[in-house]
């Protein structure tokens, strides 16, 4: 935030702009790259998950749109649904089934603020950051619940009902497993959490015990609940409830579900990255030459593919099964990961 308020002041004019315009003007660009951002997101993983998806099951993926290895296939299907027509259904509550893809894609955005690409590039540098972002990305249950209840169609309400109940059920995991993180740190902002795990690869949270090696593997289980994706795509199991949520949604309002989804799993995988992957630094001196925003988003996307394999690799459970595995599998693991860590730290004195 600071290179970008000191690059608007060497613009001609920028010098003279008071406190509240500045911080607007900074605030509305850092929005603006982030929204962006996450729409190249949602292009480049739609390509990556088709050519994953394909290399797994012994296929090529798309080849033809853009020649080389189909590149240009998921901007042909943008630009395919940005020309869909807008419909809402008759029966439909229209001011809350509007809202609620705007909802969904904004409580992606406002966590995507506190993410820390590099050393002092942050858009929001919050002493309770991490906090903050599991705080504002909760507004995606709100959504969810929102669009299929508005739609007035049973499988939309259905498939809201059952993600509401998975994405309130994982949150709780997915925050024990960085509690341990949180408590060697002595710190929620997000760049002192990755401060602390410079020195090698060994340094890294994930590594440091046991407990955390653990609390990590749960991290990633539960990531993948929260951002419905396979094999605890429950909310859209086309199978069952046609397309879940948003069976109703078409054009742009279906566009904006479709952003949020892989905007959160980006966002998930980011999270791993600097709480337990070491952020922006190197896992070995030899690769210290590389940009630190460079490392970390080379890292997101490697936990993205990881997120892929499982998704494209296991089946699909029963929703018992689902929580089953979250209730009483674990939360009590992700507990004694919390008791082992404070343990572990109190012996060996490794608190912040």
Known sequence: ???????????PGGDGMSATAMHITTAAIMATLMFIVMAMCAIIFTWMERKVAGFLQSRYGPM?????????QAVAD???????????????????????????LLGSLLAWAAIPWAPGFVAADLDLGLFYIFAVSSMVIIGILMAGWASNNKWALYGAARGAAQMVSYEIPLALATIPVVMYTGSLNTQDIVIAQQGGMLNWYFLRDPF????????????IAETNRGPFDMPETESELVAGY?????????????????????????IAVFVFLGGWWAPIPFL??????????IKGVLMVFLNM???????????????????????PVTLICVIGSGIWIMVSGQAG
């Open 1 to 11: 935030m600071e290179a970008l308020t000191d690059l608007i002041r060497s613009i």
């Open 64 to 72: 033809r749109t853009g020649r080389w290895h189909g590149w240009a």
């Open 78 to 104: 943008m630009l395919k649904i940005l020309g869909k027509e807008d419909i809402i259904p008759a029966e439909a509550s229209k001011s809350l089934f509007m809202f609620a893809p705007i909802l969904v």
């Open 212 to 223: 955390l090696f653990v609390a990590f593997i749960m991290y990633f289980i539960a990531s």
């Open 246 to 270: 948003h069976t109703e949604y078409t054009g742009m309002r279906f566009a904006f579900f479709f952003l949020a989804e892989y905007a959160n799993l980006y966002l998930v995988s980011l």
């Open 288 to 297: 210290d030459f590389l940009p630190p925003a460079l490392t970390f988003v």
């Open 309 to 331: 394999w499982v998704r494209w690799t296991l089946p699909r459970v029963r929703v018992d099964q689902l929580m089953h595995l979250c209730w009483k599998v674990m939360i």
